[in-house]
């Protein structure tokens, strides 16, 4: 659950990069990281395999400072993608309040999406999450590849996106998207702080 | 020229920039109609009693206190 605590006067969000393998979800918070000024640049948390592939999770803490006189803090994470770390992906879904969903979009990877969406389902699931009420949205990835080699948007959105949530498409190698997928997570997350945080949380 | 604008800006972390005044808004929005120890706050208290010119009754608790107070 995310926290507004009216005592310590703290906003902490914890948000989830989810998707297959290769989908683009470190590159996602990679470009975050880059963009942070001097100041507010923590540490980002990034355990590879020698192939650049997530091995664990990485993590970026977000401290965006005193806002209305909460110190506001998001948590960004992502999963690994390959369908072997299972075990992983429920241990960072522990806790989230969003989920950004990091499609790939190469027509070749349309069945890896739909796996690993039915897998972000399944661990939601364990973890006594409503898949349907938690913060979601969806990320078209890789829109800068030639059109030849990517799934249309509408057949993404057809394929993926029941729930009708907000999509966008992106490069996130290059930018493009980030930072609007992350601005419609947040502003999800924040719509449902709704109640102060029970004591001593 | 705007193209260079905004890439400047973004080397700038415009973006970021620009994210955090969205979710400051946001959250401004949130905690102020949230925050449950605003409704203690004596800054807050409206005028104990209503201006008969004004047509509208601001302070419900005072005027049903008066009430209260005349039919004893």
Redesign the interface.
């Known amino acids: 659950m995310s926290i507004v605590n009216y005592g310590t006067r703290e906003i902490t969000c914890k948000i989830v990069y989810y998707g297959p393998g290769r989908s683009g979800k470190t590159t996602n918070l990679q470009h975050v990281y880059s963009q942070l000024p001097e100041e507010r640049k923590g540490k980002m948390v990034s355990l590879a395999t020698d192939t650049d592939r997530t091995l664990f999770f990485d993590f970026l803490p977000l401290d965006l400072g005193t806002i209305s006189g909460f110190a506001t803090r998001f948590q960004l994470y992502t999963v690994p993608g390959q369908v072997y770390y299972a075990a992983t992906r429920k241990l960072v879904l522990q806790g989230v309040d969003g989920v950004v969903f990091v499609a790939d979009s190469q027509s070749r990877q349309l069945t890896e999406n739909v796996e690993s969406f039915q897998d972000l389902h399944a661990n939601l699931a364990d973890e006594g999450l409503d898949p349907r009420t938690l913060p979601l949205v969806m990320q078209y990835n890789k829109r800068d590849l030639p059109t030849r080699e990517i799934s249309t948007i509408e057949e993404l959105d057809e394929t993926l996106n029941f729930r009708s949530v907000p999509f966008f498409a992106a490069n996130a190698i290059n930018g493009g998207g980030v930072f609007e997928t992350l601005r419609s997570i947040a502003s999800m997350v924040l719509g449902r702080l709704s109640a102060p945080a029970p004591k001593g949380s | 020229m705007a193209a260079d604008a905004k890439k400047e800006a973004?080397e700038d972390?415009g973006?970021?920039a620009?994210?955090?005044a969205?979710?400051?808004k946001?959250?401004?929005l949130?905690?102020?109609s949230?925050?449950?120890?605003a409704k203690g706050k004596p800054e807050q208290k409206k005028e104990a009693t209503p201006s008969p010119d004004a047509g509208v009754i601001l302070e419900w608790e005072n005027v049903a206190d008066r009430m209260i107070e005349e039919m004893r």
Request: aromatic share 10%; net charge negative; charged share 40%.
């Open positions: 973004e972390g973006e970021f620009d994210f955090m969205d979710i400051s946001e959250i401004a949130r905690v102020e949230l925050d449950p120890s």
